[in-house]
């Protein structure tokens, strides 16, 4: 049965509940509005409040199937207009929910087809299982205690608005998708990012969904009438626009590896590393092409987060010299499949990392068995000169694929010889890593705490300077790889205060 199917017999039940009552009240974590009706300056009211409140982890669905009908909970629920649609598919409730079950369940719903209505509760849905994934089995009533998280949380669409993630319901059109500064953007939202309501305005959700109070916030929430009613399922003209985007990227044919640099490093690397697949794209005419990397490209941030990525060798052991990754590949027909297998650790990689559970794409050796020569930098490799703790050390390496005893030195090859270091040097950008330890430094409004601000912070900030400095004209891009989200948002923050621009900084999860 579809997930429109399903929501009707929700609908109905609660509809009888509510003739036999006399009122319809409102389940606990619904989301209320107590604050003004109307969004100063914009079209419509707010929505009311039956529009927005979501399924409660406590209320049970009822489901019909060909044996009866089937109870589900909130985790089956949302699964179910996830696009998780057979109920054969469904993980058991009986067991704890496992690493390896999750990776199942994930993909199977990259190989379901995606419309606007079942896109925000596939994010919803695969970043619980990439929780899973990161932190090991959960019980199913940790699994609907999770859910309740998402009550007030929002995302963008392909196709420009925003809509409910619980249940998939369009709120209101931010503007057109475009891509600018290395993701898919609309407005001051961006794909594959979580957005949650505090104060009726949009702010961006952190890693636990907690609203980030920095700044007066991205939009107001207001009733957009004019689309919050109309028919999403099927509606594959939605995606026009990111159709369009992505165009903006592919000004010619793929017809080479050396041609899918100008994609999302997620993309390009599981294109490159399926060559019976890239053989049957390169046929394709450039509209075939754009309409296929979108379909990727969107099955990346809805299920990661993210549709870039960082090369990285695998550090971190488990067993021996070995590494158990949860290692996302394409197949030749184009499906997506995550499996969790054991990789040799030094083993080249890229991480796709939007959240919790990063998933590695394995880069393939060249047929010599030879590495490709390194492109020419600005600088050359020197002694670093500098210790550091295990986890820092573990950090640099995955994010460089280099030694931490060793440095990447522009200008000198020392400080006292006008030197400036950096972390790394690949694929034409500079590298910068900050390990896990950072988080603890700032306020949760992202300032720095007083006995770090003048002494830490401001290092930061001077060492960000110097790098700048250094390339000043040279046309070499800076990009700081950090391994705590509330981290890189704090560090954005202390750059934009003291006009620091011109490097890129992201969060990259260790693994």
């Given at each position: ?118 896109l925000p509760p596939r994010m919803a849905a695969c970043h619980l299982l ?345 046309g070499i891009s800076i990009r700081w790889h950090i391994a705590e989200e ?10 934009e205060k003291n006009n620091v621009s011109g490097i890129e900084v992201v ?5």
């Open positions: 049965m579809s997930a429109a199917r399903v929501w009707k017999w929700v609908a109905l039940l609660l509809g009888m509940v509510a003739v036999a009552t006399g009122c319809a009240t409102a389940s606990d974590g619904a989301f209320l509005d107590h604050g003004p009706s109307v969004a100063s300056g914009r079209r419509g009211a707010r929505v009311p409040l039956m529009a927005v409140a979501m399924v409660s982890p406590a209320d049970m669905a009822v489901r019909a199937v060909s044996g009866g009908a089937v109870r589900m909970d909130a985790f089956d629920y949302l699964l179910t207009l996830a696009g998780l649609d057979n109920v054969h598919d469904m993980p058991s409730a009986r067991v704890p929910l496992s690493q390896q079950e999750a990776a199942r369940v994930l993909t199977l719903l990259m190989r379901r087809p995606m419309t606007p209505g079942s990439r929780e899973v994934l990161e932190g090991g089995a959960a019980s199913r009533e940790e699994l609907v205690r999770r859910v309740e998280r998402f009550n007030r949380v929002a995302v963008l669409r392909p196709d420009g608005y925003l809509a409910w993630a619980l249940n998939g319901r369009t709120q209101q059109k931010v503007g057109p998708v475009v891509w600018k500064d290395n993701a898919f953007r609309a407005g001051p939202f961006e794909l594959g990012r979580f957005y949650t309501v505090h104060g009726w305005v949009f702010r961006r959700a952190d890693a636990r969904l907690r609203p980030i109070m920095d700044g007066p916030g991205l939009a107001e929430v207001y009733d957009d009438a004019d689309h919050i009613s109309r028919v999403l399922d099927g509606a594959e003209e939605s995606f026009v626009e990111l159709y369009h985007a992505m165009g903006q990227l592919l000004s010619h044919p793929v017809d080479s590896i050396a041609a899918l640099r100008h994609l999302p490093a997620g993309v390009a690397a599981l294109l490159a590393s399926s060559p019976e697949y890239l053989a049957r794209f390169r046929l394709m005419t450039r509209g075939e092409q754009v309409k296929a990397l979108s379909k990727l490209t969107t099955n990346l941030l809805v299920t990661f987060g993210a549709a870039g990525g960082t090369s990285s060798t695998l550090t971190r052991t488990f067993a021996g010299a070995e590494a158990l990754v949860p290692v996302l590949s394409l197949s030749a027909e184009g499906a997506l499949a995550m499996e969790r297998v054991v990789v040799p650790v030094g083993k080249v990689a890229t991480v796709l990392s939007g959240g919790p559970g990063a998933a590695i794409i394995l880069q393939r050796t060249q047929a010599s068995g030879q590495a490709p020569s390194p492109a020419p930098g600005p600088g050359q490799w020197g002694p670093a000169g500098e210790s550091m703790s295990a986890r820092a050390r573990a950090y640099q390496e995955q994010i460089t694929g280099h030694s931490a005893d060793d440095a990447y030195w522009v200008g000198g090859m020392s400080t006292k010889a006008g030197g400036v270091r950096f972390d790394g040097f690949t694929d034409g950008v500079l590298l910068e890593a900050k390990g896990p330890g950072y988080a603890n430094k700032f306020f949760d409004t992202l300032e720095p705490k007083p006995w770090f601000k003048n002494t830490g912070a401001q290092a930061l900030v001077d060492q960000a300077r110097r790098q700048l400095g250094a390339v000043r004209g040279k509330k981290t890189a948002e704090a560090i954005r923050l202390l750059f969060y990259t999860q260790p693994l």
